[in-house]
């Protein structure tokens, strides 16, 4: 369930009007009918502007040997927070997402990944977040991937944010 209005769109900037619910299931039944298998990761990524912090969110559906496509998020936030907390913003925002849509993904049998761009290396200041996104993320139950692996927030929100 979704906690507040969202806006979702492509990667060519087409809005949709439908909730990540939604578009999910549709896209889940089109693929499918499609005969392609899919995977979904959900990943966040940030930046920081001044006293602002942009954030986007991706939901990439995986058509195996066959591309993939991404729906995505934007938000804006102003406020002043450390590294720590900023990295586990974004991991919030993935987990709700994932939150949102995992009956769905549940129903039609696809398989999800959280992504965190979250850097496995200590000497990146990400890393200080590490162990808490990992136990969040795992916690919940879902399958969770860090650089270099997280592509869905290191690559696809990173683009958009």
Same mark, same amino acid.
């Given at each position: 369930?979704?906690?507040?209005?969202?806006?979702?769109?492509n990667?060519n900037?087409?809005?949709?009007?439908?909730?990540?619910?939604q578009?999910?299931?549709?896209?889940?039944i089109?693929?499918?009918?499609?005969?392609?298998?899919?995977?979904?990761?959900?990943?966040?990524?940030?930046?920081?502007?001044?006293?602002? =912090? %942009?954030?986007?969110?991706?939901?990439?559906?995986?058509?195996?040997? *066959?591309? /993939?496509?991404?729906? +995505?998020?934007?938000?804006?936030?102003?406020?002043?927070?450390?590294?720590?907390?900023?990295?586990?913003?974004?991991?919030?925002?993935?987990?709700?997402?994932?939150?949102?849509?995992?009956?769905?993904?549940?129903t039609y049998?696809?398989?999800?990944?959280?992504?965190?761009? =979250? %850097?496995?290396?200590?000497?990146?200041?990400?890393?200080?977040a590490? *162990?808490? /996104?990992m136990?969040? +993320?795992?916690?919940?139950?879902?399958?969770?991937?860090?650089?270099?692996?997280?592509?869905?927030s290191?690559?696809c929100?990173?683009?958009?944010?």
């Amino acid at each position: 369930m979704e906690t507040q209005q969202q806006t979702w769109q492509n990667m060519n900037g087409k809005i949709f009007q439908d909730s990540i619910t939604q578009l999910v299931e549709k896209a889940i039944i089109r693929e499918q009918a499609n005969g392609h298998r899919l995977k979904v990761c959900v990943g966040s990524d940030s930046h920081v502007y001044g006293d602002a =912090i %942009n954030y986007a969110t991706a939901v990439v559906f995986i058509r195996e040997g *066959k591309g /993939a496509f991404t729906f +995505i998020r934007k938000e804006r936030e102003i406020q002043t927070i450390s590294i720590k907390e900023r990295m586990l913003n974004e991991v919030n925002k993935s987990v709700e997402i994932a939150y949102a849509i995992c009956a769905v993904l549940d129903t039609y049998g696809v398989e999800m990944e959280v992504h965190a761009d =979250i %850097n496995t290396d200590p000497d990146f200041k990400s890393n200080v977040a590490l *162990k808490d /996104a990992m136990g969040y +993320i795992l916690g919940m139950g879902y399958v969770f991937k860090a650089k270099p692996f997280a592509f869905a927030s290191s690559n696809c929100a990173d683009m958009m944010v």
